[in-house]
């Protein structure tokens, strides 16, 4: 403890500001910041496992080229992250293994069935049509945006011979 917080409130402010501190200090969970990021390791770690080996399934075993594989990996991956959203799965992936599981493809793929399925219940169109992309529209937007701006740079610094 502080030496504020040892000392003894004298105004009814002191009194409430020492009490909502005390509320605070009791309600805040404590994370240990190594295991966390071991679990986020480890999760992501096995979503890019799976993701390996269905790229090496679909270049050896099938004979696919190296795009072509790369498309049906990432293909899989969001339809395994929507059923596993669907069944109520995703989420605890989510709370176990934290950023880990919502980096990769597949937890784009699960902000977008999570807001459909939350939605859905107000319909097709003001549902589902309307919420799917609560999450993921900011990110589509940026994203474009983004590569406009460097699309942009690029085009500029090809004029100018730099690139």
């Known amino acids: 403890m502080t ?15 020492q009490a909502y501190r005390q509320h605070v200090e009791q309600t805040t969970p404590k ?13 992501g770690g096995l979503i890019c496992l799976l993701g390996q080996i269905i ?18 990996c990432s293909m899989l991956l969001v339809l395994v992250s929507v059923l596993l959203t669907g069944l109520n799965l995703y989420p605890k992936l989510v709370e176990w293994g934290g950023a880990g599981a919502l980096v990769p493809i597949t937890g784009f793929a699960n902000s977008i069935a999570s807001a459909a399925i ?3 219940k107000e319909g097709q169109v003001f549902g589902i049509g309307c919420k799917i992309f609560t999450i993921a529209g900011p990110v589509i937007l940026y ?4 590569s406009w701006c460097l699309g942009l740079l690029y085009w500029i610094g090809h004029l100018l011979g730099i690139v």
Do not use: C, H, V
């Not at 994203?143 to 983004?146: C, D, L, N, Y």
């Open 3 to 17: 030496e504020t917080q040892n000392q003894k409130p004298r105004t009814i402010q002191e009194k409430k500001e």
């Open 31 to 43: 994370y240990s910041l190594p295991l966390r990021m071991g679990k986020a390791f480890i999760i």
């Open 55 to 72: 790229l090496n399934y679909a270049t050896n075993s099938m004979g696919l080229d190296k795009d072509t594989a790369g498309s049906w």
């Open 118 to 120: 939350e939605y859905q």
């Open 143 to 146: 994203g474009i945006f983004t």
